[in-house]
């Protein structure tokens, strides 16, 4: 009797379990049982669905604090310059200290900052992982929440690509709704906040252009954990 072909077996990066590699969905050399496991945050605090790209600049959190704070900022490099290219990598880059300073001249005064962010959305909603959301990302600086100082520690930063002048993309709110989703499944009494919120005497971001209200009705999530309100600003 013929004996049939074994089927390479590999294993879904969110459960560990062991499945026929012809059945499991493939993301960038890893692979998953199923959607919800793609899409979900792992135990080591990633998601599956995102590009990961690695940023050094991270630490530990202070022991025993979990983010409880969403920080939602706007990045553009070169800046506004999405409008007429595709400038997301000089984003990758920057978060992992590999931006050359002699593509553009405003890369001169930034290239030697040492910042990062947990995720990025660019202009055409995909979604990018630098920090796992267990670590502490370099994205809030000098801030205050409610009288928290220091809000690296306890909060996740979202940059969305964009600047103060151009509405977001429908992608992007897409996109930033369904991160939103799966962190609220880690830590469902999560609140809001842009970073001039946090910051308000040094940034402007996410800016007057993004929609509040729009990101609130997206996702369902209740007015009380949207401490600065829904008004733009």
């Not at 059945?23 to 998601?47: F, K, M, P, T």
């Not at 900052?113 to 990025?120: E, G």
């Amino acid at each position: 009797m013929k004996i049939p072909p074994v089927k390479p077996m590999t294993q879904c990066q969110y459960c560990k379990v062991y499945l026929p590699l012809s059945d499991a969905i493939a993301q960038e050399g890893r692979y998953y049982c199923s959607n919800e496991h793609l899409h979900g945050v792992d135990e080591r605090g990633w998601v599956g669905a995102a590009s990961w790209q690695f940023s050094p600049n991270q630490n530990e959190r202070p022991q025993d604090l979990e983010p409880d704070l969403v920080v939602i900022h706007h990045i553009s490099l070169p800046p506004s310059q999405f409008v007429e290219q595709n400038c997301t990598k000089y984003i990758i880059d920057f978060f992992q200290n590999k931006l050359d300073p002699n593509l553009h001249p405003y890369f001169v005064g930034i290239a030697d900052q040492k910042v990062s962010s947990h995720f990025l959305i660019s202009r055409k909603g995909e979604l990018i992982q630098f920090v796992s959301i267990y670590q502490r990302a370099w994205h809030a600086g000098l801030s205050s929440f409610l009288g928290r100082e220091q809000c690296n520690d306890f909060s996740i930063g979202i940059e969305l690509e964009g600047d103060g002048d151009t509405p977001f993309e429908e992608l992007q709110y897409q996109a930033l709704a369904a991160l939103v989703g799966q962190l609220r499944k880690k830590y469902p009494s999560i609140q809001f906040a842009g970073h001039s919120d946090i910051a308000p005497n040094r940034k402007t971001d996410p800016g007057i252009q993004f929609d509040w209200e729009k990101f609130q009705k997206k996702t369902g999530i209740s007015l009380k954990y949207f401490p600065f309100g829904l008004a733009k600003r």
